[in-house]
């Protein structure tokens, strides 16, 4: 295991001392990792992508809200996220320019991963949203993102666009449909 996960992973209140750590899973934006301790027990360690999500602080309110919101409506405690908080009570921990959090590890099945989205949704609807913070400003403001979109082909910075142009084209003839739920 990587000395330095190793020492993050420290930094949380684990049930037992780390024992490995490895990648985990394939996603874009966190870099992800599975942690085992020594009595077996499974835990993710992420590393937030803090060039993505710029408020980390409100991120992690947004998240410690929501799922202490969720643990009040059920009494199955797999029926929600869990943060292990460090050793200072904190829901993530912010070390040489990194973020990292931690949640307990679930292992379900993509039927059961649909269920309990479905849940999800229907527990929240009574959630005061307007406590939470916007952690990605216009995240889900399309006709912004299309403009976002245009300008960067107009600079192709990563000289990239050549490569990609069925993608582009794709994207180009949709121009029309970008604010339809915007505009609803």
């Known amino acids: 295991m990587n000395e330095n996960l190793f020492e993050v992973l420290r930094a949380f209140r684990l049930d037992a001392k780390p024992v490995s750590c490895e990648s985990y899973g394939c996603g874009h934006i966190n870099v992800t990792y599975l942690a085992v301790t020594e009595r077996g027990r499974r835990y993710i360690l992420q590393k937030i992508n803090s060039n993505t999500f710029r408020d980390v602080a ?3 309110e947004n998240i410690t809200a929501v799922t202490e919101f969720l643990r009040t409506k059920t009494d199955d405690p797999r029926g929600v996220l869990t943060l292990v908080k460090t050793h200072d009570g904190a829901s993530y921990l912010h070390v040489q320019d990194a973020y990292w959090r931690v ?10 991963s649909a269920v309990g989205f479905g849940t999800f949704q229907q527990l929240l609807t009574d959630f005061p949203a307007a406590k939470l913070h916007e ?5 889900h403001n399309t006709p912004d993102r ?8 107009e600079r192709d910075p ?6 990609v142009q069925p993608e582009i084209e794709f994207a180009l003839a949709r121009q ?3 604010a339809t739920i915007q505009n609803a």
């Open 58 to 60: 409100g991120l992690m």
């Open 103 to 112: 949640y307990d590890f679930v292992d379900e099945d993509f039927y059961q």
């Open 176 to 178: 029309a449909e970008m």
């Open 158 to 163: 990563m000289h990239r666009a050549a490569q």
């Open 146 to 153: 299309y403009r976002a979109l245009l300008e960067t082909l």
């Open 135 to 139: 952690t990605i400003p216009n995240f």
